[in-house]
Structures are given as C-alpha cells and as structure tokens.
C-alpha cells in the first residue's frame, strides 16, 4: 500500500527556520515525482513545487521560487519542504502527494499525505 | 498563466440529486484536467484524471467530461457521503499547475 506519511504540526515564531518532511512507503520512492500544496485556512489549494527524488531535480511554481526549499532524500525515502525565516503568512497547512498515475505525459497526484499545521505567530 | 474558475461556488442539492460543477479555463487546457474531493480536515482525494477517467476505487456516480476551456464534474446520483468541497486541476502548463477556487457541495 502506498503510503506518505508527514510529520507533526508545528508553531513557530516569525523569522525562524522549518523544515518539514513527507516520507513514502509501499512504492518505488525515486522513481516518482512529489508534490507540495498549500491550502492556507478557509482558502483553496496551491501547487508550491515537485521534486524528483531519484536525481532531486526540482520544479517551483513561480508563486513560491525563492519562497521555500524542496529536497529529497531516496536513502531514507523522505522529501522535505523548508523555510529559512517564516513569515505570519506561511501560517497553513502543507500537503505532499505522490505523482503516480501518467496520461498523456502528465502526472496525477494519486495519493497524498495526510498534512501538516505550520503555525507562525509571534 | 492559466486561470480556472469554477461553478457554482456553492450548492446545496438533496440525496439523489444530479448535481454537475464547471471548470473554466482562460485558454485552453485539452483534457489536462483532474478533479478532487476534499472533505474537512482532510487530504484532497483524486476522483478524475485526464477530464475522464475515473480513478480507481472512486464510485462510478462520479464522472467527468469536456476539453478545452470548460469542462465538467457530474455526480449522478448524490449521496451524504458527497459532501465536500470540490477542485478542478489544470495540468496544460505542467509541471506550473494550478487549481481552481473551488467548489462546496452540501447536502
């Protein structure tokens, strides 16, 4: 069974660093590309990035380049998403998915961690 | 940049009930296009890949149709279990993918 598995929710203050992780299980972790998605509270989602994890190339969404660091580690089956100084306005929850299903050369995300609550408040 | 809208914002429909949501796009996206439902508190679930194909697992009531600048989400036959907020995806300008606002469906 496929499984991507987050790590806890966090509280931060402004300024600080985070690093979050997202780890794969069930599957083939290099092989396939992992997304992350912010969904701030009440509001919709948002593509942030991909990464994939066999040779880490790396793939922003404009909205978030220089924003946030997206790497992987295959050895240990985990992709992270980090901040180097948060802001109030990083305050949302953060998804990872899995790309796994291909039509048409384009990837789906079919499965998809279960979140994690990044609090920033001073 | 490619901008989806979706409509309507907000339905109320009743068990049973057909209930359809569209998805515009500013150019057009061909049938690069998933739907999601998402459900308070959790992970958004993958119902639609490629304007139609349903997922697996995902029940048949749901199904998927259009390309180009509009495309639709049907739920043939509403259950409670619906209930939900629902997103169209554009994969046109990948790996740039955006969504659209979404779509709340009570029942």
């Known amino acids: 069974e496929v499984q991507l598995v987050q790590s806890g929710a966090e509280v931060k203050k402004p300024g600080e660093s985070l690093k979050i992780s997202c780890k794969g299980s069930?599957?083939?972790?290099?092989?396939?590309?992992i997304a992350w998605v912010r969904q701030m509270p009440g509001r919709g989602l948002e593509w942030m990035g991909i990464?994939?994890?066999?040779?880490?190339?790396?793939k922003y969404s404009p909205s978030f380049q220089g924003q946030v660091t997206i790497s992987a580690d295959k050895s240990i089956t985990t992709a992270s998403l980090q901040w180097s100084s948060l802001k109030a306005s990083d305050t949302a929850m953060y998804y990872c998915?899995?790309?796994?299903?291909?039509?048409?050369?384009?990837?789906?995300?079919?499965?998809w961690g279960q979140g994690t609550l990044v609090t920033v408040s001073s | 940049d490619i901008q989806l809208t979706q409509s309507p914002s907000f339905l109320s429909a009743s068990v049973g009930d057909r209930v359809t949501i569209t998805c515009r796009a500013s150019q057009g996206i061909s049938t690069f296009l998933a739907w999601f439902q998402q459900k308070p508190g959790k992970a958004p679930k993958l119902l639609i890949y490629g304007a139609s194909n349903l997922q697996s697992g995902v029940p048949s009531r749901f199904s998927g149709s259009g390309s180009g600048t509009e495309v639709t989400l049907t739920i043939s036959s509403l259950q409670p279990d619906d209930s939900a907020t629902y997103y169209c995806?554009?994969?046109?300008?990948?790996?740039?993918?955006?969504f659209g606002p979404g779509t709340k469906v009570d029942i």
């Open positions: 995806q554009q994969l046109k300008t990948y790996p740039d993918i955006t």
């Open positions: 990464i994939y994890p066999s040779d880490s190339d790396t």
């Open positions: 069930g599957y083939s972790f290099s092989d396939y590309w």
């Open positions: 998915a899995r790309l796994g299903l291909s039509l048409n050369g384009v990837w789906y995300a079919d499965n």
